[in-house]
């Protein structure tokens, strides 16, 4: 809930344009006190540690830690944080994703800055703001957990399974057997198949 005092605000992006683009294009509006930038979960865990923001502005994708990773790490050290999820090509399956971990709220990164305002002002409130979801009512969509739908996006991208368990930082076992229900969920036998499944479903993007 926003306090009486100017709003203190953490944008996590690992693009430092984007990031200061973002702190300049808000920080004129002077109901916000302090704005924080973070390029990973580290450096935005720190930040929290050392002075909580009322709202936190999230990319979806962040090298080495999906934003779905990133978001209930932070809203389970920090509970009265208000996270706004942030992404360049929204996915119906990542708005549900948002929703279901925790998000206050989830825009496109073209939002123009009067609508983004409103949005975090709104979140601090306790309100919620998301996208309109852009699912078809009739297509009924798997329900990927957060790392399920990772390594879904790190096969898009053509990783093996030993590169896969670099890039997330667990054993090749482990991989093995998220992929085993990532293809039991997809209705898939494998990652070709995979891979083809999530661009037709929309969980994957060629841009993302």
């Not at 509970?79 to 998000?103: C, D, F, N, V, Y």
């Not at 983004?116 to 969509?141: E, M, N, Y």
């Amino acid at each position: 809930m926003l306090s009486p005092e100017p709003l203190r605000l953490l944008i996590v992006d690992d693009h430092p344009v984007v990031s200061e683009g973002l702190r300049a294009m808000l920080s004129s509006d002077p109901r916000i006190g302090t704005i924080q930038t973070a390029s990973s979960l580290h450096e935005a865990a720190e930040s929290c540690a050392q002075s909580p923001p009322h709202v936190v502005l999230l990319d979806v994708r962040i090298p080495g830690h999906d934003g779905f990773t990133i978001l209930p790490t932070l809203l389970a050290r920090w509970p009265q944080i208000r996270i706004l999820m942030l992404s360049s090509s929204a996915t119906p399956s990542e708005i549900k994703l948002a929703r279901q971990h925790g998000a206050s709220g989830y825009l496109g990164k073209s939002t123009d800055r009067n609508t983004l305002l409103h949005a975090i002002f709104d979140v601090a409130k306790g309100k919620h703001c998301f996208q309109s979801d852009p699912t078809p009512a009739s297509r009924d969509l798997p329900a990927l957990s957060a790392r399920e739908l990772e390594v879904l996006r790190h096969l898009g991208r053509g990783l093996s399974t030993e590169d896969l368990g670099r890039a997330l930082g667990v054993s090749s076992e482990t991989i093995k057997s998220h992929l085993k229900s990532l293809y039991a969920k997809l209705d898939v036998t494998g990652r070709a198949e995979a891979v083809t499944r999530g661009f037709e479903l929309g969980l994957l993007s060629i841009h993302a």
